[in-house]
């Protein structure tokens, strides 16, 4: 690896942050499974909650190069990364500026957690450049985004986001989950911290649990050091499967990417769907920005039935396709957010976000493409028969 001076990405997840088996020679990186090292003549005191053991340091390097950051850390969740990462940067009496349209889980940490803290926040209507600044306080300290947005595939101008957070001497962060680093470096726009739940794409077999974060060497340090003391670090087990897991990223995501876009044009023209979110579409109205942004755009996509169909019977005939609450791995997975990562709104604040109870939110798979449709095909036909038959005649 050192003889490449710019690897590409399929070599960056394959062969960065290896660890290389001196003793038998293994083809993979060793797991150390050890909670407890040697404190005395030692370069580095390691110790599992300090987020610098052997497998831990490692998957760090790979996390970082594939940001194209100067440094990684790893997390036990999604919401550990997100949670540590903002309190790290927020202080009694600060504010964060934030996207109303967030991840629930980080919805409902800003909303029931931060008032304890004496933090203050503000949630932007729209993702202007008005939104933002207008929101904007002597005390704020922290931008806050999430782009692709959950669940309607948003997306947020990161060039424009960097600029005002310039202007203001703010650090910006950023989920990048939905989009992943295969799909979207947001540090190349001036973009502070990316943050991930490594359950998703970094993962990608929905076996595991883990978060993710990129940024300056300096940013990093001031989240390890709020790190250690709340103590969301991630078992070495979990770290070795990870590693395992982002071997394949990129091929993943890719798969992932190309069935998406076909599906989202295949919903797009059935009777029987109101409305696809995807920025892949040109209908999208963030679509060319998306194009300016992102590399793909993602596995992620949502759709709206028409109100004659009822989403819960729909999503109960699929056979393929299986509910479920999380996203992002191999298989294909379907949802309504009203029900799941939104539920904790009222259907009033749901329907200000258009999230609608008609909703679904599809993880799209790398099954084969004929597969999905077919499946879509015979649900819509065991629950919306007679409806199609009148849109038709």
């Keep these: 690896m050192n003889s490449i001076k710019k690897p590409g990405v399929n070599t960056v997840c394959t062969h960065v942050g290896e660890i290389e088996d001196k003793q038998f020679k293994g083809a993979i990186s060793p797991l ?14 390691r110790y599992p909650r300090y987020f610098n053991t052997p497998n831990q340091e490692a998957l760090c390097k790979k996390i970082a190069m594939l940001e194209h950051a100067e440094r990684g850390l790893i997390f036990g969740s999604g919401m550990a990364a997100v ?10 009496g600060d504010h964060v ?24 926040y503000t949630f932007t209507q729209g993702f202007s450049e008005k939104d933002f600044t207008n929101a ?11 782009t692709p947005s959950n669940p309607l595939m948003l997306i947020t101008d990161l060039k ?6 310039k202007e203001h001497g703010l650090v910006t962060m950023i989920d990048n989950t939905f989009a992943s680093p295969i799909n979207q470096t947001p540090l190349d726009f001036g973009i502070d911290i990316s943050i991930h739940s490594a359950t998703k794409y970094m993962g990608g077999h929905s076996d595991i649990c883990a978060g993710a974060v990129a940024a300056s060497e300096e940013h990093i340090q001031k989240i390890w050091h709020k790190a250690k003391n709340l103590g969301g670090s991630l078992s070495d087990y979990t770290v070795w499967l990870l590693e395992r897991s982002m071997k394949t990223l990129a091929l993943r995501v890719k798969a992932h990417n190309k069935n998406a876009r076909k599906m989202a044009k295949w919903l797009d023209k059935h009777p029987l769907v109101a409305s696809v979110y995807y920025p892949g579409l040109p ?21 709206e039935l028409i109100d004659s169909v009822d989403a819960d019977a729909f999503m109960n005939a699929l056979q393929l396709v299986k509910q479920s609450m999380s ?6 997975t379907i ?21 609608l109870d008609g909703l679904l939110r599809f993880s799209v798979g790398i099954e084969d493409k004929d597969d999905l449709i077919a499946d879509f095909e015979q649900a819509f036909d065991a629950v919306g028969k007679e409806q199609l038959q009148k849109l038709l005649s």
């Design 83 to 92: 949670s540590t990462t903002m309190l790290a940067f927020l202080d009694k």
């Design 283 to 303: 209908s999208h109205p963030d679509h060319e920005l998306a194009k300016k942004q992102m590399r793909g755009f993602t596995g992620m996509l949502s759709f």
């Design 32 to 45: 150390y499974m050890s909670s407890s090292y040697a404190y005395e003549n030692v370069d580095i005191k």
């Design 97 to 120: 500026v934030l996207p109303k349209t967030l991840y629930g889980g980080t919805y409902n940490f800003v909303t029931e957690e931060f008032e304890k803290f004496g933090i203050e």
């Design 136 to 146: 904007i306080k002597q005390n704020t300290k922290v931008i806050y985004v999430e």
């Design 327 to 332: 996203l992002a791995g191999v298989e294909s």
């Design 160 to 165: 424009m986001i960097a600029r005002i957070a």
């Design 335 to 355: 949802l309504s957010p009203a029900k799941t990562s939104h539920a904790l709104l009222s259907a009033e604040e749901r329907e200000k976000q258009g999230i």
